[in-house]
T-cell receptor, first 112, second 113 residues
Framework: NAGVTQTPKFRVLKTGQSMTLLCAQDMNHEYMYWYRQDPGMGLRLIHYSVGEGTTAKGEVPDGYNVSRLKKQNFLLGLESAAPSQTSVYFC???????????FGPGTRLTVT | KNQVEQSPQSLIILEGKNCTLQCNYTVSPFSNLRWYKQDTGRGPVSLTIMTFSENTKSNGRYTATLDADTKQSSLHITASQLSDSASYICVVSVITGANNLFFGTGTRLTVIP
């Protein structure tokens, strides 16, 4: 039981490049989330999903897209990376909207 | 405005000593309050979850308290160990929706030998 895994762990992009972050969970959770964590700020929700095939915007969705084609996977895409997207990205999953969220190990992204 | 504020921002204590971290919130309608521990370079890990009716909850050497009337919570760490060095994040949940968590900025605890 691996819990929540994220790939890659680190990535450096140049402005304008695109990439996809992959999150996978093996707990059969319905809910999945993408957060970003910046110094001096609390975790902020980018997008979330309440089930396979569904996605919704969080607090800071601009510049990101997501897809949930399979229940166990939640993908976060950056179509045209900007330096403001330099951050640590965390994926999380939960059984329902008010139960414990389990976090992945994070992806450190630098955009130059 | 829904906010979660934690104090202190950082704390250094000697191994074996106790410490208490504070969390004040203005979030409503309140559903539950969570404390997470985040080691450097890792994702947050849940320590406790408390609902409105619970005013104390323990997880080993960690004890969380909640005063829903004053909208305050504390996390007490007993007999600290070097492995307690981490950021501790207070998270408050409102009743409705998946987009329902409000995160504090965390307290960075360093335990020194």
């Amino acid at each position: 039981n691996a819990g929540v895994t994220q790939t890659p762990k680190f990535r450096v992009l140049k402005t304008g490049q695109s990439m996809t972050l992959l999150c996978a969970q093996d707990m059969n959770h319905e809910y999945m989330y993408w957060y970003r964590q910046d110094p001096g700020m609390g975790l902020r929700l980018i997008h979330y999903s309440v089930g396979e095939g569904t996605t919704a915007k969080g607090e800071v969705p601009d510049g990101y897209n997501v897809s949930r084609l399979k229940k166990q996977n939640f993908l976060l895409g950056l179509e045209s990376a900007a330096p403001s997207q330099t951050s640590v990205y965390f994926c999380a999953s939960s059984y329902s909207d008010n139960t414990e969220q389990y976090f992945g190990p994070g992806t450190r992204l630098t955009v130059t | 405005k829904n906010q979660v504020e934690q104090s202190p921002q950082s704390l250094i204590i000697l191994e074996g000593k106790n410490c208490t971290l504070q969390c004040n919130y203005t979030v409503s309608p309140f559903s539950n309050l969570r404390w997470y521990k985040q080691d450097t370079g890792r994702g947050p890990v849940s320590l406790t979850i408390m609902t409105f009716s619970e005013n104390t909850k323990s997880n080993g050497r960690y004890t969380a308290t909640l005063d829903a009337d004053t909208k305050q919570s504390s996390l007490h760490i007993t007999a600290s160990q070097l492995s307690d060095s981490a950021s501790y994040i207070c998270v408050v949940s409102v009743i409705t929706g998946a987009n329902n968590l409000f995160f504090g900025t965390g307290t960075r605890l360093t335990v020194i030998p």
